[in-house]
């Protein structure tokens, strides 16, 4: 799911990109990619939740969209430390592209079924 979310995310924002040759290898670092976000998204998420629930709070949760972009460009560092050619331009793609993802994930959840129905 991460990974269509992630392709949303690259066709819809400017500076998002994927740089492959064949289909086989763009199709791999979407996975790839998506995982790794699963990956940032289920360990690091709740700690910074936990450490800055008092922002989370005093923002009425608007801080959230801040680390969501700055775990999508955590993503990205990540992705390169696997030579993935998965590259975000700055914090504002970061920001539009983790808005993107959340929404994208958020829809697909909500149709495709996940296995605890």
Do not use: H
């Not at 008092?54 to 959230?64: D, K, Q």
């Not at 390169?80 to 793609?93: A, H, K, N, Q």
């Not at 929404?103 to 909500?110: A, H, T, Y």
């Amino acid at each position: 799911m991460n990974a269509l979310a992630v392709w949303a995310a690259v066709t819809l924002i400017s500076g998002i990109d994927v740089n492959t040759d064949s289909l086989a290898g763009t199709i791999l670092v979407y996975v790839a990619v998506g995982a790794i976000f699963g990956v940032v998204n289920a360990v690091i998420k709740p700690i910074v939740k936990a450490v800055g629930c008092l922002f989370y709070a005093l923002t009425l949760g608007l801080i959230g969209l801040i680390v969501n972009a700055l775990l999508f460009m955590l993503t990205e560092w990540i992705a390169g430390l696997f030579d993935l050619p998965f590259t975000i331009s700055g914090f504002w793609p970061a920001f539009w592209g983790a808005l993107v993802v959340t929404v994208v994930s958020w829809l697909l959840s909500m149709f495709l079924p996940d296995g605890d129905d």
